[in-house]
């Protein structure tokens, strides 16, 4: 038992309930949590797991109060969030204490029992899953690389920021590429270690538990090949068409695709959320850092949004969906006009070795160019 779910609460006061297991040891271990809607105005629940890694899958949890946007709660809000509940509702909505059962479902779906101070219940909540065909479709305006890019020099700068993908992967962070999903380990434990292999490295006086700090270093390690729930995107369409064109050959059967994403759109309805990424509601959050420790920041025109989901398309989907907007679109283009394409991004001064400021971007331009086969 292994991976994400996510589902949504329903009753009268309805939330979601995400579940992130990993195989450790012998055991499965992780955790779950419980956020609910905004207008109810209650806090947020985040509960420890640990139990044998052997059917029936059985844990006895303990409750930890989290606020309604993200972060565990002082034990003075805490008791103050408890006072107000019972006040409301004539005791907690959640157990302190709680007997859960976790049952895997041959169509992947978690089914979660659980009972605690004489109240009980169950929830089946489905697996937001890395693998699986992107059901995203392409732009019939956006088919041919004249219409792209004269659609995106229309558009008003920053409004929408892009990705470029050789194939038609969903999107997915790097961290919920891999086998794990518990984002809370790897907020305890990977950063503080990793914060500590890279400090003396980097000039600017970085301070692990700053938020913007935090940003800065997980888009450090981000570059630099570690697993972060990042995910990169650009500003610049351009930037974005050259990450999806750079190692695509004209007669290759592959299918480039640019991502699109109004991110203006997104947060006038969701705001400019600060973000806690592990005892928070399922979120995507953009964020712009600080071009500090890492010099291919401002060449590529670089943000990245953080991300607790693994299917992110399926999150911004049900957004669309609830809301009745279009956030994300995409433009697939033929491989054959990748030479067309990587040409005019040679003009532009879009290079490997402009995005990549250093050695490794000068040779891999340098080899890209004089060992290129004769036309």
């Not at 992780?30 to 139990?51: D, S, T, V, W």
């Not at 059901?135 to 219409?147: F, H, I």
């Not at 050259?242 to 109004?262: G, N, Y």
């Not at 995005?355 to 004089?370: E, V, Y």
Request: glycine letters at 8%; hydrophobic letters at 40%.
């Amino acid at each position: 038992m292994q991976g994400q779910w996510i589902g949504d609460i329903e009753g009268e006061v309805g939330g979601t309930l995400r579940v992130e297991l990993e195989r450790r040891g012998g055991f499965v271990v992780g955790n779950a949590y419980i956020f609910y809607e905004p207008q109810h105005q209650l806090p947020g629940f985040k509960f420890l797991i640990r139990m044998p890694d052997v059917s029936p899958y059985k844990a006895e949890v303990v409750t930890s109060y989290c606020y309604s946007d993200g972060g565990i709660m002082t034990y003075d809000d805490r008791a103050k969030a408890e006072r107000d509940i019972a006040e409301r509702f004539g005791g907690p909505p959640v157990p302190t204490n709680i007997h859960a059962v976790f049952t895997e479902k041959e169509d992947g779906s978690l089914k979660v029992d659980w009972s605690g101070q004489g109240q009980f219940g169950s929830e089946t909540i489905a697996a937001s899953k890395a693998t699986g065909d992107s059901l995203l479709v392409g732009r019939n305006d956006l088919k041919t690389w004249s219409d792209f890019r004269q659609w995106a020099v229309d558009q008003d700068p920053r409004r929408f920021i892009f990705r470029g993908q050789s194939k038609p992967f969903k999107l997915t962070t790097t961290f919920h590429r891999t086998w794990r999903s518990d984002l809370s380990a790897w907020v305890l434990d990977d950063v503080r270690r990793l914060y500590g292999a890279i400090i003396e490295r980097v000039s600017f006086p970085l301070q692990l538990g700053n938020l913007e700090h935090n940003a800065v270093i997980w888009s450090i390690l981000q570059h630099h090949g570690y697993p972060t729930p990042l995910l990169d995107w650009s500003f610049s369409p351009f930037v974005s068409a050259f990450f999806a064109f750079h190692t695509v050959k004209a007669d290759s059967d592959c299918k480039p695709r640019i991502f699109i994403f109004d991110k203006a759109a997104w947060e006038e309805s969701y705001g400019r959320q600060a973000f806690i990424v592990d005892a928070a509601p399922p979120q995507l959050v953009t964020i712009e850092n600080m071009a500090v420790g890492n010099p291919r920041y401002a060449p590529q025109q670089a943000l990245a949004a953080v991300s607790n989901v693994t299917d992110i398309e399926a999150f911004i989907r049900k957004r669309e969906q609830a809301d009745g907007k279009s956030y994300l679109e995409v433009c697939d283009l033929l491989p054959a006009e990748g030479p067309r394409i990587m040409k005019e991004l040679e003009l532009m001064g879009i290079t490997f070795g402009s995005l990549f400021p250093g050695l490794d971007g000068i040779c891999k331009d340098l080899k890209d160019r004089l060992f290129a086969e004769p036309v």
